[in-house]
Antibody, heavy 121, light 107 residues
């Protein structure tokens, strides 16, 4: 059974930093592109960042470029999202998701349960 | 970024109704479109990809059609478990943008 388990969410002040983690199991992690998709409270879905299966290629939505860094450790089956200079508009549930194709053009067939980020003073 | 627009935003329907949701892309995305279902407090679930291919395990009452810029998701006979919010997503290019969602409510 495929499992994606996020952790690391919490309350952080504006301008602060946080690192999310996603532990993957039940599939060959190193063969899949992975993404972080977020959902602001009561709002829709936004693909924040994606990374290729080997970790060599990454991309970000414009609003987080230069502030967020996606990475992965295929030896640990873990995906990360380092979030710096956090803003109130970054608040929401962050989902770890599995891509089915290349990191730059993929739909998402497996989703974690999500981890909540709150940005507030 | 490619903009995705869903209509309607909210839809009131009864069990057994045929329901259609429309998704329009701001430019052609060929058939690179997926549909998801999300229930309150839960992660989205993939229903359809490549505009019309049903994900394994998804009931056959769900179907998708379209190409280019206009797409539809149809539920042939609405069931109690189908009351949820539905999102389309283009994956022709990064970022894979989503529609704003269509909430299917009980009439």
């Amino acid at each position: 059974e495929v499992q994606l388990v996020e952790s690391g969410g919490g309350l952080v002040q504006p301008g602060g930093s946080l690192r999310l983690s996603c532990a993957a199991s039940g599939f060959t992690f190193s063969r899949y592109a992975m993404h972080w998709v977020r959902q602001a409270p009561g709002k829709g879905l936004e693909d924040v960042s994606g990374i290729s299966s080997d970790g060599d290629s990454t991309d970000y939505v414009h609003s987080v470029k230069g502030r967020f860094t996606i990475s992965r450790d295929n030896s640990k089956n873990t995906l990360y999202l380092q979030m710096d200079s956090l803003r109130p508009e970054d608040m929401g549930v962050y989902y770890c998701v599995r891509g089915t194709g290349s990191y730059y053009g993929t739909f998402f067939d497996q989703w974690g349960q999500g981890t909540l980020l709150t940005v507030s003073s | 970024d490619i903009q995705m627009t869903q209509s309607p935003s909210t839809l009131s329907a009864s069990v057994g109704d045929r329901v259609t949701i429309t998704c329009r892309a701001s430019q052609s995305i060929s058939s690179w479109l997926a549909w998801y279902q999300q229930k309150p407090g839960k992660a989205p679930k993939l229903l359809i990809y490549k505009a019309s291919t049903l994900e394994n395990g998804v009931p056959s009452r769900f179907s998708g059609s379209g190409s280019g810029t206009e797409f539809t998701l149809t539920i042939s006979s609405l069931q109690p478990d189908d009351f949820a919010t539905y999102y389309c997503q283009q994956y022709n290019s990064y970022p894979g943008t989503f529609g704003q969602g269509t909430k299917v409510e009980i009439k």
